[in-house]
């Protein structure tokens, strides 16, 4: 059994770059402040297309490979072209796939990604099929030291009590990263699982709506500040806490110290996976026993240099690498 166990899903991305968008702001819409427009019927034309592996999981997965670590994924996938794709994919990288589930007569998770090429954001258009599929069983996931959850779907409320009952009766360390969607579905569950974990991943707009699912102890004037953020979801249960929001940097709290990083500028081409470049980095960082402002540097850089390639896996650090650019990040203690 790996060290590390990652949960959740694995899809092959397909990126499709473009400069023929039109981004424009929608104020009037709070849950979709800026869209991205084409002509309806028009043909447009792609220079180049690009292939990746995607799924929160299997993102982190590949950067803890990337940086050493003795990694597997617990994920599924189809008996088709795209299931061979990814696992060869993984494979090269040195992730472990014993548990990578293969389900007959079914199609592997498929993305479509229209990137932006102006602004190198992007639109996703994910098919989920295989990964619906996923059934978590305690005698698979052993006794690693560390499970992952990350993009989970299907019976996903399921699969988390399993991983938690599991992990609670072998002492396995948990860090989870919730996705928008199972925030979205079930806040609650997302908060009873945060109590049994030791490091809690989210972004900024993650970070605001599990706190807002949080009845009387939140503060809606101060959902804006990191700060608060990541002392009411301290205050949840989980030992260690970090926040990504883009270009503002990442913040962390381990109980004692926030600590903020600055994010390290670069020109960018896509953002599909820099999160979880971030958690990769973060985390191999603190499993190496380093200190707070450390993992905070080698989170930014990993996130940082993935910016330079689409998908979550080219831009990936290896050790040395990552030691060098995380000197470049700015750290500054807040509190």
């Given at each position: 059994m790996s060290e590390i166990l990652t949960i959740g899903a694995v899809t092959q991305d397909i990126f499709f770059p473009t400069s023929e968008g039109v981004a424009y702001?929608?104020?009037?819409?709070?849950?979709?402040?800026?869209?991205?427009a084409f002509e309806l019927g028009s043909k447009c034309h792609i220079a180049q297309r690009h292939e990746a592996l995607g799924g929160c999981s299997a993102n982190v997965a590949c950067g803890l490979a990337k940086l050493g670590e003795d990694v597997s994924m617990y994920g599924c996938i189809g008996d088709d072209a795209v299931g061979k794709w990814i696992s060869k994919e993984l494979g090269k990288i040195g992730v472990n796939l014993s548990l990578v589930c293969v389900q007959n007569n079914c199609q592997s998770d498929l993305s479509a990604i229209v990137v932006d090429e102006k602004s190198s954001d992007r639109v996703i258009f994910t098919n989920q099929i295989a990964n619906q599929k996923l059934i978590v069983q305690e005698e698979k996931i052993g006794r690693p030291h560390w499970i992952f959850v990350g993009d989970l779907t299907g019976e996903w409320q399921k699969n988390i009590d399993t991983i938690i009952s599991t992990s609670n009766k072998n002492k396995i360390k948990v860090a989870f990263n919730p996705r928008q969607s199972t925030i979205h579905e079930d806040v609650k569950k997302i908060i009873e699982t945060i109590t049994h974990c030791e490091i809690l991943f989210v972004n900024k707009d993650e970070a605001v709506e599990i706190v807002s699912g949080c009845g009387d102890i939140a503060v809606r004037e101060l959902l804006e500040n990191e700060e608060y953020l990541v002392k009411i979801l301290h205050r949840l249960g989980a030992r260690m806490i970090t926040i990504t929001d883009g270009i503002r940097g990442a913040w962390a709290y381990d109980g004692?110290?926030?600590?903020?990083?600055?994010?390290?500028?670069?020109?960018?081409?896509?953002?599909?996976?820099?999160?979880?470049?971030?958690?990769?980095?973060?985390?191999?960082?603190?499993?190496?026993?380093?200190?707070?402002?450390?993992?905070?540097?080698?989170?930014?850089?990993?996130?940082s240099n993935s910016l330079k390639e689409y998908g979550g896996q080219a831009g990936l650090l290896g050790e040395k690498e990552i030691e060098i650019l995380a000197n470049k990040v700015s750290v500054k203690l807040l509190n």
């Open positions: 702001d929608t104020p009037e819409d709070l849950l979709s402040q800026k869209k991205l004692h110290r926030i600590i903020h990083a600055e994010a390290l500028l670069t020109d960018a081409v896509d953002s599909t996976g820099a999160g979880d470049a971030f958690t990769s980095g973060f985390f191999t960082a603190h499993l190496k026993r380093m200190d707070l402002e450390t993992c905070l540097r080698w989170g930014v850089a990993n996130s």
